[in-house]
């Protein structure tokens, strides 16, 4: 856990060349709407077979494995979609898939895991937490595909920088939902290292904004948290081996509340006609409030596995 470091070129290339074939390069297109204080780009990630970005950190992890470490089969510990990206790739290679999700898991991700032949595993979110923070869970068997502090997973997230920088080459800040950390991190190293000019912000929702708190501090510090229609990002803390690589690469963070995520749902809904989960919103939302800047800023909508129940309410503009 201790040796992650910044991915480099090579690896991101690699991994893009893993990919290639099996994960779509999804569009960057223009946000429509009318108020945004920016020119703001968003890429869309909701469109994979899965619904979300994982799907790339995953193949990377799996396809470059020793066949052998898979004889057991894969185990994840995730909110659902990196458990729904191994399970899609599992059954792709037929083997075994296991997925600890923690008790309050959207119903909308169990469901899609059980689809896709995954076996459950639920936990105490406190208890999930804790099985993320040491990479091991009693009982499980098979290679370990950790949602965000790997090598692999996240050179296969920064596959994504080398997509926007292509795409729209003026960039100017690209805003990335942060969750583990492996996602913001990973596009970050390869956007520096072919575009230092390029900002990468967080984005995080203030029901658990540990990123935000600790870019400020100067150091990791704890913050109070509540679970909410965000799911997938959030904690009382930022990861202990991700802080080194986010306080470095990363150039700021921000909070949204859970009010400013729920109107980019609705306004990606009916400006773009794209349905975008909370943790997918709250880079526009992040963007929407000026906190990346007024120029071309592109907003990663990293997932769509949004409950259909929740969505129609926020449509209606309640904050479920």
Known sequence: MSDLRPVTLEEVRTARSRL????????????????????????????????SFKLRAAGCALLGADPRELSD??????????AQAVAWFARRFGIACTAVVPDDAPAAKLDALRLLGARLEPRPFAEYQSIQRTHACPGMTGRLVHPFADQAVMAGDATLALEILEDLPDVEAIVVPYGGGGLSCGIAAAVHALAPQVKVLAAEAACGAPLTASLAAGRPVEVPFRTSFVSGIGAPFVFPEMWPLAGRLLDGAAAVSLEQTAAAIRQLALRNHVVAEGAGAVALASALAGNAGRGKVACLVSGGNLDPAKLVKILQGAVP
Do not use: F
Request: hydrophobic share 40%; proline share 7%.
């Open 20 to 51: 290639d074939g099996l994960v779509l390069r999804t569009p960057l297109v223009r946000y429509a709407g009318t108020e945004a204080p920016a020119e703001i780009y968003l890429k869309l990630e909701n469109l994979q077979p899965t619904g």
């Open 73 to 82: 089969g894969v185990w994840t510990a995730s909110a659902g979609n990196m």
